[in-house]
Every structure is written in structure tokens, then in C-alpha cells.
């Protein structure tokens, strides 16, 4: 009885349900995944640098504005920052309350204006006092 070489990659794969192609594709590209980690910790370790230097105050946008703002790194997207951030552990303490609210202006007013009547419209916009500042944390820390 002859076996061929791929006779148990092709049963390997049909047990788990996968394309022969798919496994073939996996295995050449072991070595980008891994210098995709590599680069991943690389940009992890300058976040958490500038996590600390900014006390935990800024969140995924501005710390890929700042990592931008720095020619040493490729540009980075805000969407990668919040990805390696969550690998990394960080978590946000609370979501700051809005600041504004708005209320829906009703039509009738403007219908009166239509017909002669002319009324003044006023804004129906209260803004809260005082400024609310969102916090992050490492998870596990005090």
C-alpha cells in the first residue's frame, strides 16, 4: 500500500475543515506574523512610555497624534493604538457625562414666523460648569 507525502496533510486538514491552500498560506507567513509582534511590542513599549508620562489622562486618539507627531515611527492608525492598548491591559476607570444637552426645537415656532407673527427663538442648549477628564488604568494596578 502506497502513501503519498501529503495523503495525512490532507486528512490533517479535512478533519479540522480547512483548505489545504489556507494551511500552505499560514505556514509562509510565520515569519511576517512574527515580525508583526515584534513591531507590535515595539510600538506597546512606547505607548505605555507615554501612557505614564501623561499620568494615564489620554486614550488611544492622542497617543497615535503623538506617536505621529514622532518621525522615528511609520504613521499609525488611532485603531491599532486602541488594539495594542487592550492587549497591553489598559482600561478606562469611568466615561466623563456630556457636557452639553440639547434639546429638539419644535417646529411651530417657525410655522408662526411663516404666517407674520414673528417671534424670537432662543437656543434651548445648558452646558454643565467645570471640566470632567477621563481616566485610564492598567489593569491589575492600584
Request: hydrophobic share 35%; charged share 20%; proline share 4%.
Amino acid at each position: 500500500m502506497t502513501t503519498e507525502p501529503n495523503t495525512r496533510l490532507t486528512r490533517m486538514c479535512q478533519v479540522l475543515k480547512l483548505n489545504r491552500s489556507s494551511f500552505y498560506k499560514w505556514v509562509q507567513t510565520r515569519e511576517q506574523r512574527r515580525l508583526k509582534m515584534c513591531s507590535d511590542g515595539l510600538i506597546g513599549a512606547r505607548i505605555a512610555t507615554i501612557f505614564d508620562d501623561e499620568h494615564g489622562l489620554y486614550g488611544a486618539k492622542r497617543i497615535a497624534a503623538s506617536l505621529n507627531e514622532d518621525t522615528a515611527f511609520t504613521p499609525i492608525n488611532h485603531k491599532k493604538v486602541a488594539r495594542i492598548m487592550k492587549s497591553m491591559g489598559f482600561q478606562r476607570l469611568y466615561q466623563a457625562p456630556p457636557m452639553c444637552h440639547y434639546q429638539a426645537q419644535a417646529w411651530p415656532p417657525l410655522l408662526a414666523l411663516t404666517r407674520g407673527n414673528l417671534q424670537v427663538m432662543r437656543s434651548q442648549t445648558t452646558c454643565a460648569s467645570g471640566v470632567a477628564r477621563k481616566s485610564w488604568t492598567r489593569s491589575g494596578a492600584t
